[in-house]
């Protein structure tokens, strides 16, 4: 079946630019995660969503950013007012929800600030 | 100390002999244990997964985990050119959900 889709694959922004990406995970899936991956650092957890909730929001390095999930399906990341230091690839990931289960992570979307 | 630590690499291994990884990782209550392999310029894709002391084979690969130790190993036999990647471990705590990865080993397999 489909895997994970996120989109934009790419993409480059000004500095203060608000920017939204999006994952849309496998269908039946009912855990949502983001992760980061910035140059010469590792994947770093961004948000855990379960359905629609966000039990797990430790991973957000700031108030810029938020994220939403909706109809236990597609999710939105959105950086608000970006800076140089959030250019990374966004990864998003979905498992079936029950603990331990395996994530299966999508393409990314590779994110530039200028 | 990282929550979960492995040797960045590289690990340079000629074509046919086996690549040994290891993961080490902070937290006892960690209860699964997952590898990854990333090529460059794409997503981790999984490779096993290990929840029980002891070994796991699947093909050319083998996981070995020691909670005792808190340790976790890839044994990757005859390896292939096409093996050469950057092999992420990563550990789930006690609740399951997010994953905690390591940096990555980069592996090299030479013909």
């Known amino acids: 079946g489909a895997g994970v889709s996120q989109s934009p694959s790419n993409k480059v922004t000004e500095k203060g630019k608000d920017v939204e990406l999006r994952c849309d995970p496998i269908?039946?899936?009912?855990?949502l995660y983001w992760y980061r991956q910035s140059l010469g650092q590792g994947l770093e957890f961004l948000i855990y969503f379960q359905g629609n909730s966000a039990p797990d929001k430790s991973g957000l390095p700031s108030d810029r950013f938020s994220a939403e999930r909706t109809g236990g399906s597609v999710s939105t990341l959105t950086i608000q007012r970006t800076q140089q230091e959030d250019s990374a690839v966004y990864l998003c990931a979905s498992s079936l929800g029950r603990p331990q289960e395996t994530q299966y992570f999508g393409p990314g979307t590779r994110l530039l600030v200028l | 100390q990282k929550e979960v630590e492995q040797n960045s690499g590289p690990l340079s291994v000629p074509e046919g002999a086996i690549a040994s990884l290891n993961c080490t990782y902070s937290?006892?209550?960690?209860?699964?244990f997952f590898w990854y392999r990333q090529y460059s310029g794409k997503s981790p894709e999984l490779i096993m997964f290990?929840?029980?002391?002891g070994d796991k084979e699947d093909g050319r690969f083998t996981a070995q985990l020691n909670k005792a130790s808190q340790y976790v190993s890839l044994l990757i036999r005859d390896s292939q050119p096409s093996d050469s990647a950057t092999y992420l471990c990563?550990?789930?705590?006690?609740?399951?959900?997010?994953?905690?990865f390591g940096a990555g080993t980069i592996l090299r397999v030479k013909s």
């Open positions: 290990i929840y029980s002391n």
């Open positions: 990563a550990v789930t705590g006690i609740w399951g959900n997010k994953l905690v």
């Open positions: 937290d006892r209550g960690s209860q699964s």
């Open positions: 269908s039946g899936h009912t855990a």
